[in-house]
């Protein structure tokens, strides 16, 4: 059984940092595809990256990019992501998820969500 697991998330002014984590278990000798979704109230679910787990290569969404930073921890499935330079527009619910497509990052191909960490970004 495929489980998500998130941590981190919270409050932080603008020009902030955070990381979130999110480890993934259920999975013995498969590599999935994971990523990082956002989804803000009254929009829809927006890509933020996704990492092939068995090589690391990471696609990022040009408006993240520079400033958001996904990273792996292989040997434990668990995937990061470092949020510098935070800006108010980025509060959200982020979500990390896996099996999915990780070329197209298409939120709707993804099978295993976490259960969500908020990121709130106000002076």
């Known amino acids: 059984q495929v489980q998500l697991v998130e941590s981190g998330g919270g409050t932080v002014q603008p020009g902030g940092s955070l990381r979130l984590s999110c480890t993934a278990s259920?999975?013995?000798?498969?590599?999935?595809?994971m990523a990082w979704f956002r989804q803000a109230p009254g929009n829809q679910r927006e890509t933020i990256a996704t990492i092939t787990t068995s090589d690391g290569n990471v696609i990022y969404t040009p408006s993240v990019k520079g400033r958001f930073t996904v990273s792996i921890d292989g040997a434990n499935l668990t995937i990061y992501l470092q949020m510098n330079s935070l800006k108010p527009e980025d509060s959200a619910m982020y979500y990390c998820?896996?099996?999915?497509?990780?070329?197209?990052?298409?939120?709707?191909?993804?099978?295993?969500w976490g259960h969500g960490a908020q990121v709130t970004v106000s002076s």
């Open positions: 259920g999975y013995t000798k498969r590599r999935p595809c």
């Open positions: 998820a896996a099996e999915g497509d990780c070329g197209g990052g298409y939120y709707q191909t993804f099978n295993h």
